[in-house]
């Protein structure tokens, strides 16, 4: 079948499914679960697809709120993974648009699933929790749930189309500093004053500033100060996020970090110890056979490529699938520019007319990137090289 005719009963297949996807969209919006906490929200979408053929597995992956759903024998040569994120935050609820993106791959989904046989490929639906605190899909990537699959996909929502966003690579850490509790008046010299290690690492991260990249990112915060201007703080935490384009890049930047807390712990007679918040991002690899396959997509569609000129957009576990297999996470626009993501403005576009139109929008990306490349077996080979290149 000609990429034409697959185009065709992609757009059909979604016609007939939008309505209640949107539908799905708003009640996952009215409804916002933590991450983590998406009981309801995975339950709803399961029961979906269940009603639509799937076979699924849920929960998945050791995850109570992940799926897997598959559509037919699942014996085709290719296999394609529809990522998945339906977690909300904290007092904004949808402000990121999981609800939508949600929606999205499902739909996309539907529009793909009477096409494996034609694209000698099987396309599942992954549900993937928890993208907000500690990515479910880096825990995924690590166990080897996207060992096999020879694509991932899925959109964000955002105030650009951008068809390759530049995801960094994030590394979370608590730096916990121990000193000795005393009376901050009667006997300060029997302290050792946790705070200080904790203030002088960040005078030491702020100096370090100066001799790093333009592109690297250092940000972060006091956890917990002390409990009383008169006793000696005897533990202080301090939480950093560090960022890089490139996993490598981050891991120094995380050593020079780490020495900052050392040199401060010593100057201030403490001591330092580390702990991940959080699982560590990559950056997302590009793929530019994958890539330019999803400009001509955004082009088909009549979506202009707006792209702003920052570069940076932030991180996603996503970043962590696409060292295992090429892994594409465009963004298109939904709202207008500068209503910037997590953000209660962006969170009230998710029930609009526009929200709707991205809706569908949004699914044709991915089915048509989907059909594009697997229908073409120069592409699929394109994209091979360029993930093991």
């Known amino acids: 079948m000609k990429y034409d005719e697959l185009k065709d009963r992609i757009f059909a297949e979604i016609r007939?499914?939008?309505?209640?996807?949107?539908?799905?969209?708003?009640?996952?919006?009215?409804?916002?679960e933590l991450s983590g906490e998406e009981y309801e929200s995975s339950k709803k979408i399961v029961n979906l697809l269940k009603s639509k053929g799937y076979s699924t597995v849920y929960p998945f992956a050791d995850l109570d709120t992940a799926f897997k759903a598959v559509y037919g024998p699942d014996n085709h040569k290719y296999k394609?993974?529809?990522?998945?994120e339906y977690d909300a935050l904290p007092e904004v609820g949808h402000a990121c648009g999981h609800c939508l993106s949600a929606a999205i791959s499902l739909l996309a989904g539907l529009?793909?699933?009477?096409?494996?046989?034609?694209?000698?490929?099987?396309?599942?639906?992954?549900?993937?929790?928890?993208e907000e605190t500690d990515g479910a899909k880096a825990k995924m990537a690590k166990d080897g749930i996207f060992d096999g699959y020879n694509m991932a996909i899925m959109v964000h929502l955002y105030d650009y189309n951008i068809a390759k966003?530049?995801?960094?690579?994030?590394?979370?850490?608590?730096?916990?500093?121990?000193?000795?509790?005393?009376?901050?008046s009667a006997a300060p010299w029997e302290g050792k004053n946790a705070w200080n290690g904790a203030q002088l690492m960040f005078h030491a991260?702020?100096?370090?500033?100066?001799?790093?990249?333009?592109?690297?990112?250092?940000?972060?915060?006091?956890?917990?100060?002390?409990?009383?201007?008169?006793?000696?703080?005897?533990?202080?935490?301090?939480?950093?996020?560090?960022?890089?384009?490139?996993?490598?890049?981050?891991?120094?930047?995380?050593?020079?970090?780490?020495?900052?807390a050392r040199g401060a712990a010593i100057a201030t007679q403490?001591?330092?110890?580390?702990?991940?918040?959080?699982?560590?991002?990559?950056n997302l690899k590009s793929n530019p056979t994958g890539d330019s396959s999803l400009e001509e997509v955004f082009g088909e569609l009549e979506l202009p490529l707006n792209e702003y000129t920052g570069g940076t957009f932030g991180s996603s576990d996503c970043g962590n699938v696409s060292y295992v297999c090429p892994t594409f996470h465009p963004c298109l626009q939904v709202v207008d520019h500068g209503v910037a993501i997590h953000t209660?403005?962006?969170?009230?576009?998710?029930?609009?007319?526009?929200?709707?139109?991205?809706?569908?929008?949004?699914?044709?990306?991915?089915?048509?990137?989907?059909?594009?490349?697997?229908?073409?077996?120069?592409?699929?080979?394109?994209?091979?090289?360029?993930?093991?290149?």
């Open 205 to 260: 991260t702020d100096m370090l500033r100066q001799h790093i990249k333009p592109e690297l990112q250092i940000h972060g915060i006091i956890r917990n100060g002390g409990e009383a201007p008169n006793i000696v703080p005897e533990l202080v935490t301090a939480e950093f996020y560090m960022r890089a384009y490139d996993r490598d890049v981050l891991q120094d930047l995380v050593n020079k970090i780490e020495d900052c």
């Open 270 to 282: 403490t001591t330092y110890e580390i702990e991940p918040t959080a699982a560590t991002y990559d």
């Open 16 to 32: 007939k499914n939008q309505d209640e996807l949107f539908e799905l969209n708003k009640d996952l919006f009215d409804h916002p």
């Open 111 to 130: 529009a793909t699933k009477d096409l494996q046989d034609e694209l000698d490929t099987d396309i599942h639906i992954i549900g993937t929790p928890i």
């Open 80 to 84: 394609v993974a529809i990522l998945t």
């Open 344 to 389: 209660r403005e962006f969170a009230n576009c998710m029930k609009t007319e526009r929200a709707y139109e991205g809706l569908e929008k949004g699914a044709k990306i991915i089915a048509l990137q989907i059909a594009k490349i697997f229908s073409d077996e120069d592409r699929i080979n394109g994209m091979k090289r360029d993930f093991e290149a």
């Open 165 to 184: 966003p530049k995801f960094q690579a994030l590394a979370p850490n608590l730096y916990i500093f121990h000193g000795k509790a005393s009376h901050a």
